[in-house]
């Protein structure tokens, strides 16, 4: 059993402590909900370090704030709350839709926003979202003085790879900063699987935009998870949207761009020439809708 | 030698303290430290939901919880389902409707659907099926688990009216 590695566990209530920890000899792992964690140590995929560090009990990393013209969602916000927050669905509707397709109760509640992004799958159920609404991460660390050191990214920056992240093995993510909806935004969620509940995705497919009044669409952004090794946004596509009034002949087009954005690979769950079909038939269909709506 | 830790949490509304490995899953603890083997190990994974168990008010999977992170926190088990209203209604509408066959999944199924029930005292059909997407059951009897369900809300609805 791979945990015989841990020779420390620490469940600390302040961001200092926690933080100190990232540091000891020997690194920590880091625990929150612990429904990646545990059935990855147990299939050997993660190695815990010396500290095994249980982040769950610190203060302040649970919050859901606005901020100006940012929703601020700590860490440790379960996936759930995602679901049901009324404040999350007003300024991040497209981020509360997608904890609506996200695994089971049991799992919602115990999984939170940190723990989704930093196991950075190419197919976790938030990345996509965030991706397309322009979301930043907040990382800390202790400086040299003791003192709480905070930068922040853009999440498309933070993942590098399946499974890997920008994140430093001395910072902590500690929370995530989305720009709040505008009143002409323009929002969908698809994501395919076999089943509605407790499935990965096959691929899945986040678009937010905004339409003024004369219907042009901008700032559109169209992100796609599962296809690629970090969820990716469709540029292509997403130029061929810019500016423009959506029509039949558009969203086709762009559904054509978003396929070939797409780089997937053959998996167990779907081969790539599969996933690629899903993307194009998805994502028309997701454009046909907003241009009827 | 695993490092072991000291706990100390409400299990069923009873204080308790244990000392549990680092790496063990709250469900092992539940079932081979504290002797209560009403919580199923079905696929270790999530997937399942047989090993449903409340913490702090929210159902949760036990494989997927480190024991340690028990620590301070108030467990409810399907043993401690015995004394709840809600627990004693599934039951006997669980019966009533035929939704125990071979009963591996029930304790997790009362476990969330009376979740369910907290938060919805009249949920429809799609309601509980949706509260029980995270739990499988084998011999494929969802209809009449749904059923069990919904016939124990109103027989709570009943008793509330008298």
Request: glycine residues 10%; charged residues 20%.
């Amino acid at each position: 059993m791979t945990m015989e590695a841990v020779q420390k566990y620490l469940a600390p209530t302040r961001l200092e402590q926690a933080l100190a920890a990232l540091g000891l000899p020997g690194g920590a792992t880091v625990l929150a909900g612990g429904t990646d964690l545990m059935p990855q140590t147990h299939a050997g995929r993660i190695r815990p370090a010396a500290t095994l560090l249980n982040i769950r009990r610190v203060e302040g990393l649970d919050t859901v704030e606005v901020d100006g013209d940012h929703l601020v969602l700590g860490t440790l916000v379960s996936i759930e709350r995602l679901r049901f927050d009324p404040v999350v669905a007003r300024h991040a509707p497209l981020l509360a839709d997608a904890a609506e397709h996200f695994a089971s109760e049991q799992i919602r509640n115990a999984g939170t926003l940190g723990g989704n992004l930093c196991n950075a799958s190419p197919a976790g159920d938030t990345l996509t979202p965030l991706l397309a609404l322009d979301a930043e991460v907040e990382l800390a660390a202790l400086s040299d003085a003791g003192t709480v050191q905070r930068r922040r990214m853009p999440i498309g920056a933070f993942f590098t790879g399946p499974g890997r992240t920008a994140r430093n093995a001395d910072e902590l993510l500690v929370g995530v900063r989305v720009p709040v909806a505008a009143g002409d935004a323009v929002w969908r969620y698809a994501k395919a699987g076999t089943r509605p509940a407790l499935d990965i995705s096959t691929i899945a497919v986040a678009l937010a935009a905004r339409r003024a009044g004369d219907a042009r669409l901008t700032g559109v952004r169209l992100a796609l998870g599962a296809v690629g090794p970090t969820p990716l946004r469709a540029t292509g596509a997403e130029a061929l949207l810019e500016g423009q009034v959506l029509d039949a002949a558009r969203a086709r087009a762009a559904a054509e761009a978003a396929a070939a954005d797409a780089r997937p690979i053959d998996d167990v769950r779907a081969s790539g020439w599969y996933r690629r079909e899903l993307v194009r038939n998805l994502t028309q269909r997701m454009l046909d809708d907003v241009a009827r709506n | 030698m695993s490092l072991e830790i000291e706990i100390g949490f409400t299990l069923n509304g009873v204080a308790r303290r244990a000392k549990v490995p680092v790496g063990m899953s709250a469900l092992t603890m539940l079932r081979e430290v504290c002797g209560l083997t009403g919580t199923k190990y079905g696929c270790g994974e999530g997937e399942c939901g047989a090993c449903t168990i409340r913490v702090d008010g929210k159902t949760l999977a036990s494989c997927l919880m480190f024991a340690a992170d028990c620590d301070g926190r108030a467990i409810v088990t399907i043993e401690g389902m015995a004394g709840d209203p809600r627990g004693q209604a599934l039951q006997r509408a669980f019966v009533e409707h035929g939704a125990v066959q071979c009963g591996f999944c029930t304790p997790g199924m009362v476990m969330q659907a009376a979740e369910l029930l907290a938060r919805d005292a009249h949920p429809d059909a799609a309601a509980a099926k949706r509260a029980i997407e995270g739990n499988l059951c084998r011999c494929t009897g969802y209809q009449k688990i749904v059923d069990g369900i919904c016939a124990a809300a109103q027989a709570l609805d009943k008793e509330h009216a008298r």
